[in-house]
């Protein structure tokens, strides 16, 4: 039996890649993408999601319009949705893809969470790969929905190293208020993907070769997208692996295939939301120093090999 996910997505190289993962394996029922604000405004992020959808011939997986800006106050100047330090190359305005053709439903991505979640009777697994905005509204407006989603896959957050900043990765750096309201909102199960493990899961240009070698829509799309985050890696956060990249989001999505390519540590997370140099920071309890319990089970490491096979089977689909 298919596992039932919604994906809420901030259309990026990185989310494209896991868009096609999770809408091309058997084993993944991907009811819907909500969109958010984050790596570029919400209207960027939709279109991307449509492109990428459309590319792989799946247009039927609808497609939700989120929200545009912070669910929580600015407590330090937000990034212009194209700062990730890469000049924007590391997510293009439009994706290397063909215009979309097919259009985003007309109700808005939190409405349509708390809809489908209070009208849901078996369970769901919410995967945000973006800035929690959208989560973290549709929760506020009905905490009771929280209740039908049988496990939360974030990617987002850092303890070794950030991204947005030198203590914040970018998703939780762009909306620190929204995934404190997540943090502590009771989800039953809270898996954190943060970038300590993305960055142990880096994936070649020699594999991303192979990838477009296969000649699927996916492969091909996703090879484009593997190369241009090189560049922008090269250029702005050079890796261990010369010539590799990160695919951050696809990480939460090959976890959903099989968990053994993140081994878990259950700690107590807690977000920053006032401080100037750690704004957006994740405070992760790795030695259990804190008074309190663990609230999320947490990736430090990733299993690169078991990644790229994953990685692999899915974008050799073709539908
Ligand atoms: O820090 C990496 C995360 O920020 C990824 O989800 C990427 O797509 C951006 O949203
Ligand atoms: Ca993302």
């Not at 929905?145 to 939360?152: G, Q, R, T």
């Not at 998703?171 to 943060?194: Q, S, T």
């Amino acid at each position: 039996m298919p596992r039932s996910i919604i994906l809420d997505v901030d259309t990026g190289t990185d989310d494209a890649i896991a868009i096609m993962m999770a809408a091309l394996s058997p084993e993944i029922d991907l009811v819907a993408c909500t969109t958010v604000w984050g790596n570029r405004p919400v209207e960027n992020t939709t279109d991307n999601t449509l492109r990428v959808l459309d590319y792989i011939n799946r247009s039927d997986i609808p497609v939700y319009r989120g929200l545009d800006e912070p669910f929580g106050p600015i407590g330090v100047p937000q990034p212009s949705p194209s700062d990730d330090h890469s000049g924007g190359k590391m997510h293009p305005k439009e994706l290397d893809l063909p215009p979309a053709t097919s259009v985003a439903q007309t109700q808005g991505a939190v409405e349509w969470l708390v809809e489908t979640l209070r009208a849901r009777t078996e369970p769901i697994t919410l995967v945000p790969v973006g800035p929690l905005t959208n989560i973290a509204a549709a929760i506020t407006l009905d905490p009771s929905i929280i209740d039908k989603v049988d496990e939360i896959v974030i990617m987002g957050g850092a303890h070794a190293f950030g991204n947005a900043t030198p203590s914040a990765e970018s998703n939780i750096w762009h909306d620190p208020v929204a995934a404190d309201v997540v943090f502590k909102a009771g989800f039953k199960r809270i898996v954190l993907v943060p970038l300590d493990a993305t960055h142990d899961a880096l994936v070649t240009g020699a594999q991303a070769s192979e990838l477009h070698a296969l000649s699927t829509p996916a492969g091909l799309a996703t090879a484009i997208c593997i190369q241009q985050r090189i560049v922008a890696h090269d250029e702005s956060q050079p890796q261990a692996i010369p010539d590799s990249a990160p695919i951050h989001d696809a990480v939460c999505i090959a976890y959903l295939l099989d968990p053994a390519v993140l081994p878990l540590n259950h700690l107590h997370v807690g977000i920053e939301t006032t401080g100037v140099r750690t704004f957006g920071r994740t405070v992760i309890d790795v030695r259990h120093r804190g008074i309190e319990e663990p609230n999320a089970y947490v990736a430090l490491t990733a299993n690169a090999d078991v990644f790229y096979r994953l990685l692999k089977e899915c974008v050799s689909i073709q539908r």
